[in-house]
């Protein structure tokens, strides 16, 4: 079974809020989803044994958080290639729950389960 790993990082709470329905979304396919923040992450060896990667950081100002490109880094030197194809593009929501961002979270799932077939 496929396994898919998602790395979020958040502020408010809302990020971690939207990798879970990501992951939802990915689990309605059948693949496995394990949702982490990306403090969990502390050497390349922690992501790996993945089929897939999500990583989504809350944006300051249009800056990622600092968490997340640290890791971004380490994400570099961990040997994903062929693992990181971007599906239709990223996903952008301020909150899952203004203007259908529940669903629109769900179908991202959905689309990147579907890429790993």
Do not use: C, W
Request: hydrophobic share 35%.
């Amino acid at each position: 079974m496929a396994r898919v790993l998602i790395v979020y990082s958040t502020r408010t709470g809302q990020t971690k809020k939207i990798a879970e329905l990501i992951a939802e979304g990915i689990r309605f396919e059948g693949p496995e989803a394990k949702v982490t923040n990306v403090t969990q992450i502390k050497k390349k060896t922690d992501l790996q044994g993945y089929d897939g990667y999500v990583f989504g950081s809350a944006t300051y100002h249009g800056e990622m958080m600092q968490p997340m490109k640290t890791m971004l880094f380490l994400a570099e030197k961990a040997n994903l290639e062929g693992k990181m194809d971007m599906v239709d593009g990223p996903l952008r929501l301020k909150s899952s729950s203004l203007g259908g961002g529940t669903q629109m979270a769900q179908d991202y799932g959905k689309e990147i389960a579907r890429s790993l077939t």
